[in-house]
């Protein structure tokens, strides 16, 4: 009986990693099959990479081509106001990130139709709401169209697993059957039309958000959202922009991007609204206090095209070669130790667990950080740790009859061989 070690090997492995590929697609509680995956599941490297190794201090992530207006409660007439004073400069662009979902029929309403209407540069933000699929989703809430029939408008809806945590966004969605361009995404196309066809070479679902800077603002100075008090983006209440209209030459802010949302009442409250957690949290497990208002996360993603700053994800294919040869691996160095006693080899075979853990963990830190390159921690983490327990069910309750098999097939191929040959 020949041992046929390789052939042993890949079908380890094989069998390893379809049954971690089901672990991870198993539509039901994987607590008590797969503990570790499940522990994590609210958690991603990102979170980690980004918020305990990535420099904040970089003098370079000031971005100047975009100025934050706080709209605090709104007020359609200085909405109004704002507008029709931006629509006098060469401003590129000026985003809304807020809802005017009703009409008051008052005088407010008939200014901002008419601040809107002679603005050529407005994106107004408006929801959908997600189907089953990619391809079915509704609108949501959207501004009157008595305020938006003549201005430009993307969703501000983030790709959020639990409408709390903000890592990711579509720039593309069809709904009702149309494409329609993301917030941030149509503020782009108004800033550069190449910059739009540069996103949609990309052919992704979904984009990574490559956070750097951190939410501005007074009441944001302190542990875990801003405690290093980084200024990345300047932020104005719109009642003090308003107030010093007079003292700004209009060419400073041609070519820009203002963005007005919601950053708080006022320039002291410390507001959770339209908050979200962000891999920029300093404190990124159990975290109490969200770190970003919703504008910010746009300004961000802003940054982010407007740079070509993107993240890339490595494909599943081959994170699932990387994993096949990881069981490989693993497979041939358990082989070899335990030649010794099990005792004596087991301590060894979990402290290769644990360096093979951190060897992963460096590296996918490495390129997220260094070369914006995505590697899927989780599965290959998993991976490890269960690669000693799937070894022991496979040599301890499958080998063998594995191996009958092999010697059957061998046998068969001997006969089919000699009656050719006959």
Not at 301 to 306: E, G, H
Not at 393 to 421: C, F, G, H, P
Request: hydrophobic residues 40%; charged residues 20%.
């Amino acid at each position: 009986m020949k041992k046929h070690t390789i052939v042993h090997g890949f079908i380890y492995a094989l069998g390893s990693l379809l049954i971690i590929f089901i672990l991870h697609h198993l539509p039901v509680n994987q607590l008590f099959i797969d503990p570790f995956s499940e522990a994590i599941k609210g958690h991603d490297l990102m979170d980690i990479a980004i918020s305990k190794f990535r420099n904040h201090g970089s003098p370079e992530l000031y971005d100047d081509r975009i100025l934050i207006i706080n709209s605090g409660v709104t007020d359609r007439q200085k909405v109004a106001q704002t507008i029709d004073y931006l629509s006098s400069t060469q401003v590129k662009a000026i985003g809304i990130d807020l809802l005017f979902d009703s009409l008051y029929y008052n005088r407010d309403d008939t200014i901002l139709h008419e601040a809107l209407l002679q603005s050529k540069s407005v994106v107004l933000g408006f929801t959908f709401n997600e189907g089953s699929t990619h391809d079915n989703s509704e609108m949501g809430l959207q501004s009157d169209s008595f305020l938006s029939a003549y201005s430009h408008s993307g969703y501000v809806n983030l790709a959020s697993n639990d409408g709390f945590s903000v890592r990711a966004f579509e720039p593309f969605h069809l709904i009702d059957g149309i494409e329609y361009n993301s917030f941030s995404v149509e503020i782009c196309r108004l800033y550069s039309e190449e910059l739009l066809t540069s996103l949609k070479t990309r052919k992704n679902q979904k984009e990574w958000i490559n956070f750097k800077r951190l939410q501005p603002g007074a009441q944001n100075m302190y542990y875990p959202v801003n405690s290093s008090k980084m200024i990345h983006y300047d932020l104005l209440e719109m009642e003090q922009f308003l107030s010093d209209t007079a003292n700004y030459e209009k060419s400073q802010f041609a070519n820009k991007i203002v963005l007005i949302g919601f950053c708080g009442e006022n320039e002291k409250a410390l507001s959770m609204k339209d908050r979200y957690y962000t891999p920029l949290n300093e404190q990124y497990t159990g975290r109490s206090l969200p770190d970003m208002h919703g504008v910010v996360v746009h300004a961000n993603i802003i940054s982010m095209i407007l740079d070509k700053d993107f993240i890339y994800d490595v494909s599943i294919k081959m994170i699932y070669l990387l994993s096949l040869i990881l069981f490989l691996f693993n497979y041939s160095v358990f082989k070899i130790l335990h030649h010794y006693n099990f005792f004596r080899s087991l301590p060894y075979i979990r402290f290769l667990q644990v360096v093979e853990f951190f060897i992963i963990l460096a590296i996918c830190l490495f390129l997220l950080l260094n070369l914006n390159i995505k590697l899927g921690f989780t599965f290959l983490a998993t991976c490890v740790i269960l690669s000693y327990e799937f070894y022991e069910i496979y040599e301890q309750k499958l080998k063998e009859n594995v191996q009958i098999v092999i010697d059957e097939l061998a046998l068969w191929t001997q006969r089919s061989r000699l009656i050719s040959k006959s």
